[in-house]
């Protein structure tokens, strides 16, 4: 079979040399397996034809036959277009292109009979259908029951006239011949559980569906097999580590019962004490700990790291915590010392700014085991810091770093491969993190602290920007502090945004005397620094921004956020923005400022933020809205390179195929019963492809 499927593309009829070529560079489809594999993004319906008098502007599409009557050319130079008139009996309509004019005067015929196929627009009195899908009647387009699959395309594809329908016709081919060699990858037991069509049915109907329900239950039975394999990997990367990775055993509690009686500023939320349950349990099993513990910004992840390191520290080891930026550190650094102090505990800072001396006193006291906590940044990650006992690693804002990165803090304990505690606040969708990060256990702390208020989140139009000043000049007479946040350092000809540099010129005319700091992506870290502290003591009132502040410094103070030109932040940014305020006792506001021009998803967007504050609920639209390829960083882990699978809509397969392959490992680890042979083989032939990143948090 393997080997079937290893052919290179070229070899299959209808595909030459140079087609392969371009489907090699533009598509990266190199051999029968690629281009199989190689599945539609929707389908067209093509089993109905329209009349011309039945058609309507909000139908998607419509497919007509008809006669094309005549065929003219209209407009000067540089501006013409081809219109044809086309007539079914019923009415008539306008075709028209603007692109590859000459090809299509060769290719009409006047009175020839056609099947088009495209999306009406009401213009001018007349319906027309721009760039149609033509081809002249024959007895096989003119049955009904037809799909047309759509796969995505490059423009440089269109342009050698490789387009879905050219796509369609190999893939027949393939089909027509892959037949014996396709091998079922699911069990026997499961396909008959599930109703699930076997494999080579099922990309057969995908490709080339005669009816709903087939293409239903082919997409039903992919989705299954994409997401069963997904979830196998990552649950026996966890059962091995489970297994085969011992963890030290923290178990003492003597300096947190003390920091719980005597210390403890608050009271913990019930989250957090079930948060820093799971970990103690974790810590004190033997096993190396792998956690992910998601939290709303302000929702006090912070202290469940500091008495997760407590535990460590008891248990006679050393806590180290990584954040990505200086600014972050610095903060974990001072929120952190003060408890440490309190207990008797050494913590230092290690940036890249440390200085030698410094850095030279910190190291000797890692390998002496007197310095029991260490935060930093990157700087971390030299081979020079050494510690003599690292019992636990905490990762802040873990999308942002790299997997060799966290690997390099794995090797920083010879003995025992350290305790890990990846911490995000950037919540994502239960889906998602099943997906990505299933080899992790999972916490959340999905309570606020008590006594926090809402902060007002208000959506204005810039014609409203009076009113908007009014209210900030209101707010600073109160002693407050703004941010105003920019999506653009630099104008940009495509967009029609304001940018940085006219914004600060604004807020300055609009805001005489009063003084105001500016910080963005391309200033040197010091001066950002400088910027950010100033805005922190108090010095400047108002801070003019990019999203830089995104992950930033706390700020009481802050008690309004603008955000300029809402519509181009995605919601989990917009979210993160508006989580600069709201951290001290006034109420807050966040004002989303935008033109009158909006998508409907954009329209979403914004209702969202205005709605609610709950970071999960905001990450669940969010994964809706734009899909999971960019949030938190998943593209950077190659995990959700889903073909078919979507995380938005797919939950309950992902609960059904984690639960079986979940079954299946602790029944059959080494899937050795002949029930489970199809797996086995399936993994075998996949298995050089794989990442073996998960190994690492």
Known sequence: MSSFFETKIELLRGVNAQKAEWLNKELGIFTFADLIEYYPFRHEDRTQFHKISEISEDMFAAQIIGRIVSVELVGGTGKQRLVATFRDGTSHMELVW?????????????????????????????????????????????????????????????????????????????????DPYINETIPASLCAKYRLIPKNYALRWLHVPRSFEELHQAQRRLKFEELFYNQLRLIKLSLVRKNDYAGQVFQKTTLLTEFYTNHLPFDLTNAQKRVVKEIFEDLKSGKQMNRLIQGDVGSGKTIVAFISMLMAIDGGAQACMMAPTEILAQQHYVNLKKFGELLGVRIEILTGSSKKKDRTVIHEALLSGDLKILVGTHALLE????FKNLGLVVIDEQHRFGVAQRAKLWEKNKVFYPHMMVMTATPIPRTLAMTLFGDLDH????????????????????????KVFEFMRDEL??????????????????????????????IERAFPGVPLSIVHGKMKPKDKE????RFKKGETKLMVATTVIEVGVDVPNASVMV?????????????????????????????????????????KRLNTMVQTENGFLISQVDLELRGPGDMSGTQQSGLVDLKIANLAKDEQILKIAREEAFRILKQDPNLEMADHLPIKLHIDKIKNKELSWNRIS
């Open 477 to 506: 007479k109160k002693g407050r502090q703004i941010y105003i946040v920019y999506p653009l350092i630099e104008e940009s000809e495509k967009l029609d945004l304001k940018n940085l540099y006219d914004g600060y010129e604004s």
């Open 530 to 533: 400088y910027e950010m502290q």
């Open 563 to 603: 955000i300029e030109s809402a519509q181009r932040f995605g919601l989990s940014q917009l979210h993160q923005l508006r989580g600069r305020v709201g951290r001290g006792a006034d109420q807050s506001f966040c004002i989303l400022m935008t033109d009158y021009k909006l998508s409907k998803d954009t329209q």
């Open 98 to 178: 603007f692109q590859s004019i000459s090809y299509f005067q060769k290719f009409l015929k006047p009175n020839a009979e056609y099947v088009i196929y495209g999306k009406p627009v009401w213009f001018g009195g007349n319906f027309s259908i721009t760039h149609p899908e033509i081809d002249l009647l024959t007895a096989n387009n003119n049955k009904k029951g037809y799909f047309q699959s759509i796969y995505s395309l490059t423009e440089k594809l269109r342009k050698q006239y490789i387009d879905s329908k050219t796509i369609s016709i190999w893939i027949k081919n393939l089909l027509d011949i892959a």
């Open 383 to 386: 081979d020079i810091v050494q």
């Open 443 to 466: 916490s959340e702390i999905d309570e606020m602290p008590p006594g926090r208020k809402p902060i007002v989140t208000v959506h204005r139009y810039d014609a409203n920007r009076l």
